[in-house]
C-alpha cells in the first residue's frame, strides 16, 4: 500500500525558514499529483500547495512567494521549502498524493500522510 511519510517540522521564530519533506513509498512523485495541505490549531484543513504531473504548480495566496513546493532529487521525495515564515503558518502539516487531479473531481486527495507539525512563535 500508499505510504506517505512527512518530516522536517518542529519550532522556529518568526522569520525563520524549514523545508518539509514527504517520503513516499510504493508511489511515484514525478508522475502523479502531490500537496502540501495544513490545519491550524481549531480551524479546518486547506491546501498550501500542489504540484501537478505535468509540473505545474499552485499556491494558497497566503503562502505565495514565501513557500515553493519541490519534487526532490529522489523518485519519491516532495518537499515544501517555507520562507519568511509566520505565526499565521502554526500549523499541522500533510502531504496528500493522488494519480488523478483531484480539485476536478470534487474530493480530496487519495493518500495522505500522518502530518508534521510546525510551530512559529512571535
Known amino acids: 500500500s500508499v505510504h506517505l511519510v512527512e518530516s522536517g517540522g518542529g519550532s522556529v521564530q518568526a522569520g525563520g525558514s524549514l523545508r518539509l519533506s514527504c517520503a513516499a513509498s510504493r508511489w511515484s512523485v514525478r508522475s502523479s499529483y502531490m500537496a502540501w495541505f495544513r490545519q491550524p490549531p481549531g480551524k479546518q484543513r486547506e491546501e498550501v500547495a500542489t504540484?501537478?504531473?505535468?509540473?505545474?504548480?499552485r499556491y494558497a495566496d497566503s503562502v505565495k512567494g514565501r513557500f515553493t513546493i519541490i519534487k526532490a532529487n529522489a523518485e519519491s521525495t516532495l518537499d515544501l521549502q517555507m520562507e519568511s515564515l509566520i505565526p499565521e503558518d502554526t500549523a499541522m502539516y500533510y502531504c496528500?498524493?493522488?494519480?488523478?487531479?483531484?480539485?476536478?473531481?470534487?474530493?480530496?486527495?487519495?493518500?495522505w500522510g500522518q502530518g508534521t507539525q510546525v510551530t512559529v512563535s512571535s
Open positions: 504540484l501537478g504531473n505535468d509540473g505545474r504548480t
Open positions: 496528500a498524493a493522488d494519480s488523478f487531479p483531484w480539485w476536478s473531481f470534487g474530493r480530496e486527495p487519495q493518500y
